[in-house]
């Protein structure tokens, strides 16, 4: 099975700019989230989409905007970049059948992204 | 919200066990899971418990006590390729909130 791919792998980019990130879900999961990792720290949740709506979202600004497409793949778009905004940008996906949340979460290798 | 505590570092030789106590404060709970992320890698799903006690899975096993808001990863036979940043996370309702990790060291 193909697992989870993200990219870019590497991206610099201006202050006040925008960027997408792209993320290909693993096959036969139908949810993707999104998480930032700074250095050192642990994966913050930014949002979670399911069936191509999100569906849930943590303490990110409106600027982290997301889709997902009807083949469960996925983008994440930041606008007005920020320096703060210099992280590694992970996406995972999952399998969520009826209410239950609780399959466990496959990374990708994630976008580390640079703001200068 | 969530909040979850961890040490920050473990040092340990080959070998060895190694045990990372996560505590955890959280307004929904269903379940503590574990991830294992070797730097510059992905994070990689290690177990899971929804319930109080010991799961077992090879040389790792983890352990949860919901009345006591705490679990732990227990590390056995510790080998090089163990040496990574390990994340304890709860899931409240549909999203997963991680720890800050604790980084192993294993010495030869």
């Known amino acids: 099975e193909t697992g989870v791919t993200q990219s870019p792998t590497h991206l610099i980019k201006t202050r006040g700019q925008q960027v997408t990130l792209r993320c290909s879900s693993q096959s036969g999961h139908n949810t993707v989230s999104w998480y930032q990792q700074a250095l050192g720290q642990g994966p913050q949740f930014i949002f979670q989409y399911y069936r191509e709506e999100e569906n849930g979202r943590g303490n990110f600004p409106p600027r982290f905007s997301g889709l997902q497409f009807p083949n469960y793949s996925s983008e994440l778009n930041v606008n007005a970049l920020e320096l703060d905004d210099s992280a590694l940008y992970l996406c995972a996906s999952s399998l969520v059948a009826g209410s239950s949340y609780n399959s466990p979460l496959h990374f990708g290798n994630g976008t580390r992204l640079t703001v200068t | 919200g969530q909040s979850l505590e961890q040490p920050s570092e473990v040092t340990a030789v080959e070998g060895a066990i190694v045990q990372i106590n996560c505590t955890y404060q959280?307004?929904?709970?269903?379940?503590l899971s574990w991830y294992q992320q070797h730097d510059g890698g992905a994070p990689t799903f290690l177990s899971y418990n929804a319930l109080d006690g010991l799961e077992e899975t090879g040389r790792f096993s983890s352990f949860l006590s919901r009345s006591d808001s705490y679990g732990y990863l227990l590390l056995q036979e510790l080998q090089m390729k163990d040496s990574a940043s390990y994340f304890c996370?709860?899931?409240?309702?549909?999203?997963?909130?991680f720890g800050a990790g604790t980084t192993v060291t294993v010495r030869a």
């Open positions: 996370a709860v899931r409240d309702d549909y999203k997963l909130s």
């Open positions: 959280t307004s929904g709970f269903y379940g």
